[in-house]
């Protein structure tokens, strides 16, 4: 039983993101303990991996192919087929190199390490990294996607500002220690109770992944989903965009960084209280929580900064 083989080489390009999806459900299903005899659903685990729900039609039809799942009737969804041990197998398995979650990081430790300029042309990324032009292009129109370039008005690209100093980094953190907390204390300050369980289930499985396993990718954008939702939950429109401008500058740096295994445990740790704070309706110790939170990672200085 592998994934290796579900996928033939003519496919390979266009069932990536389907192929990350299948990763996903193997690591949600072995960190939640979910084995044979189990009822699932297309729409339930693209809510509670927070994945459209087209990649995960796919994956779920590969992981029916290896016998992990099977139908369980005409729009009925699936019961899992395989054993505790065999999704714990799947679930370790090394993924399959993406080359394109790798030219980005690349570029992004490159752009941070200052091997290559705030402008840019296509040409001489090709000449730089010696891909092909369909790997570059999608990278590229991922980073804008993300608002870390964007196209000149004339010719190439260019890296939007980031935060390349000391300075900017402990301004950025300050910042953040004053609206985020205060976030959370605003009179309209609603939690959704589908985006809660939804958290906790990324942080748990993010908690049970095994070391030097968890792609800084993943671990970024799980946390900034985090800190976004939070501040639109606080029904203030400043504070949300204030965020989602964080957010921006923060990503491409972040990406370039390889976070320790005892920092990414501490971080899920920490929301996880904050998140139970909130639940218990006591947001000014939710507040407090994240006020230290902020403080503890301002600590951590990735490269660039």
Not at 38 to 67: F, M, Y
Not at 222 to 248: I, P
Request: with cysteine; glycine share 6%; net charge negative.
């Amino acid at each position: 039983m592998t994934l290796h083989g579900v996928q033939d080489e003519g496919a390979r390009e266009a069932g990536k993101l389907s192929h990350k999806a299948a990763a996903l459900i193997l690591d949600y299903l072995h960190s939640r303990g979910i084995s044979e005899g189990a009822h699932i659903t297309e729409s339930g685990l693209a809510e509670a991996l927070n994945v459209s729900r087209t990649p995960v039609r796919t994956a779920l039809e590969q992981l029916a192919e290896i016998n992990v799942i099977a139908q369980a009737g005409p729009r009925r969804g699936y019961h899992v087929t395989a054993t505790p041990e065999q999704i714990r197998a799947l679930a370790r398995q090394p993924a399959v190199g993406d080359e394109e979650e790798e030219l980005y990081l690349t570029i992004a430790q490159d752009f941070i390490s200052d091997r290559i300029g705030e402008q840019f042309s296509e040409a001489d990324m090709l000449r730089q990294y010696g891909v092909g032009r369909g790997l570059l292009s999608r990278v590229l129109q991922r980073m804008a996607s993300d608002r870390v370039i964007e196209r000149n008005p004339g010719y190439g690209w260019r890296f939007e500002p980031l935060l390349k100093s000391v300075e900017a980094h402990d301004e950025s953190y300050r910042f953040r220690m004053t609206i985020e907390p205060a976030a959370l204390e605003e009179p309209g300050f609603t939690l959704d109770a589908s985006w809660l369980a939804r958290a906790r289930a990324e942080h748990e499985a993010t908690l049970a992944t095994p070391p030097g396993r968890l792609s800084m990718v993943r671990f970024f954008e799980m946390n900034a989903d985090f800190h976004e939702t939070l501040a639109a939950s606080s029904g203030n429109t400043f504070f949300h965009r204030a965020m989602q401008q964080q957010n921006q500058i923060r990503r491409f740096q972040n990406y370039s960084w390889t976070y320790g295994d005892e920092r990414i445990a501490a971080c899920c740790r920490e929301h996880l209280a904050i998140l139970d704070a909130l639940e218990n309706r006591d947001n000014n110790w939710a507040a407090t929580l994240m006020r230290r939170h902020l403080e503890l990672a301002s600590r951590l200085r990735p490269p660039g900064a």
